[in-house]
């Protein structure tokens, strides 16, 4: 399976699972010409660099869209707890996660497979310091 990495951050975790910054329209076809069935994006449709209208894009391309508006400034439990659902009802089927750069993407994977799927931390981690180094924002956040 090729992967799409003219996306910004775009980043491969396994088989099922891919993440990325913000896709453009086109980067959303690349995408779901990969197989994904659902696309998750935690980003704030209000930012200069989200699309229009990004759920009609995904479903047009017969995806499934899950939107979790997760505020930079202020990730929360809650955040965490429906990106975990999401996951859930996703476990069975290739998924694409992303934000506008990756970074919050990038946090809530390292939480979920060191909190959820048992993950090593460390192994966990290599895979967040190759996008960024969270802030003490994102620091508190991760570390849940």
Request: aromatic share 10%; glycine share 4%; net charge negative.
């Amino acid at each position: 399976m090729a992967d799409v990495a003219s996306i910004y951050n775009w980043h491969r975790l396994d088989d099922r699972i891919t993440t990325s910054g913000q896709p453009s329209e086109s980067q959303l076809m690349a995408i779901a010409g990969l197989g994904v069935s659902c696309v998750i994006n935690l980003g704030l449709h209000t930012h200069e660099k989200a699309l229009p209208d990004e759920a009609t894009s995904v479903a047009a391309l017969g995806m499934r869209y899950v939107h979790i508006p997760v505020d930079f400034k202020n990730p929360t439990a809650a955040d965490f707890a429906a990106f975990c659902a999401a996951m859930e009802a996703a476990r069975e089927e290739p998924v694409h996660v992303h934000c506008i750069a990756n970074y919050r993407v990038s946090a809530f994977f390292y939480r979920y497979r060191r909190d959820v799927m048992g993950m090593d931390a460390q192994a966990a981690r290599a895979d967040l310091d190759r996008i960024w180094q969270p802030d003490p924002i994102w620091a508190a956040f991760i570390e849940g």
